[in-house]
């Protein structure tokens, strides 16, 4: 028997997610990932209890409303879903793969890449998250991928258990990004944060690591007043508890890639740690993988290619790759597809 199975009366359901509508989570060394727009305003609670306020924000003309669900506002560590799913999308781009804003992974690799327990309990927190991603709303102005556009939408779109395991535990799960997050991968608004960031326990650490991250990057320093901390932070604390909480992360001093001074003003400086820029060597490609380029593209110049495809890497922040031809010939795929068409 052939052909494809159709729906019809009595019969199968139909086919909702074929194999080309969404994008396989498979790369497992992919950089942690963050959107630019979420590093610099505040979207997520930093509460570790349900948090059902409404939260407003705005600053230098970007407005946003945050409208939690019964199951509350998104939480910071919620975003760690969320930042391993751009991490896969970056890394596919930058190998050469095509992508879709809907993502199927494993559950297990989403709690070990993020540094979580692989526990039955982890599991429970993990669905409750994806709950509290999808029902939480924004409303908002923030450009992403050079648009500007007032919208409202989920953190994530949808999304479906897969396959359980017998004990019915998640194994497999299907993720729908929304738009406005898929338009900032595509545009590649996004930084590399350090793996050390999945360690960091308390809320607020995280948050001001991505805070720092988004404003120093890799400058010498950077100076903002604990004012403007507070409310690019979305902490709900006083400004004396606040700045409480800031002086134990200096006296600790474990945020990665910075470190934190305060100074005469109320101010805060970030300086960045030595050695944090890591040095990865330019990608090298074998021989035969030029000649498959060649037959690729005929009459194209494939060192011109290669020149091209390296300037991409630069440009996309140095990532590891694996396979450096696989991510090459991607590239020279894209190409050609794109010049077929």
Not at 266 to 289: C, H, M, N, Q, W
């Amino acid at each position: 028997m052939s052909g494809a199975v159709t729906a019809g009366a009595g019969g199968l359901m139909p086919d909702r997610h074929p194999q080309g509508d969404f994008f396989l989570c498979d790369i497992f060394d992919a950089l942690p990932k963050d959107d630019l727009a979420s590093m610099e305003h505040p979207l997520f609670s930093l509460s570790t209890r349900p948090d059902r306020r409404v939260l407003e924000y705005e600053h230098n003309g970007v407005e946003i409303t945050v409208v939690p669900s019964v199951k509350g506002l998104a939480t910071i560590h919620d975003k760690d879903i969320l930042i391993f799913c751009i991490s896969q999308l970056m890394a596919a781009i930058n190998a050469g793969r095509k992508v879709s804003r809907t993502l199927q992974l494993k559950a297990h690799d989403l709690l070990v890449a993020t540094n979580r327990e692989t526990s039955g309990d982890a599991y429970r927190r993990l669905r409750e998250a994806f709950e509290r991603l999808a029902g939480t709303r924004i409303t908002t102005n923030i450009v992403t991928g050079e648009r500007e556009t007032t919208t409202g939408f989920g953190l994530i779109e949808s999304w479906e258990i897969v396959r359980r395991s017998r004990g019915g535990r998640m194994v497999s799960v299907s993720v729908t990004l929304s738009d406005w997050l898929f338009r900032a991968v595509l545009s590649k608004s996004v930084l590399t944060l350090s793996r050390d960031y999945f360690r960091l326990r308390k809320p607020l650490e995280r948050r001001i690591y991505e805070i720092a991250r988004k404003h120093c990057g890799r400058q010498e320093s950077w100076r903002v007043s604990v004012e403007v901390l507070l409310k690019k932070s979305g902490s709900a604390s006083p400004r004396r508890v606040f700045r409480a909480m800031l002086r134990e992360m200096i006296a600790k001093d474990h945020l990665p890639d910075y470190q934190m001074r305060e100074e005469p003003g109320d101010l805060i400086r970030f300086s960045l740690r030595e050695g944090v820029v890591e040095v990865v060597p330019p990608p090298l490609l074998k021989a035969d993988t030029l000649e498959r380029a060649r037959d690729m593209m005929p009459g194209a110049d494939v060192h011109a290619l290669e020149a091209e495809w390296r300037g991409y890497w630069v440009s996309t922040g140095r990532p590891k790759l694996r396979s450096p031809d696989r991510a090459f010939l991607g590239f020279v795929a894209g190409k050609a597809g794109r010049g077929a068409g």
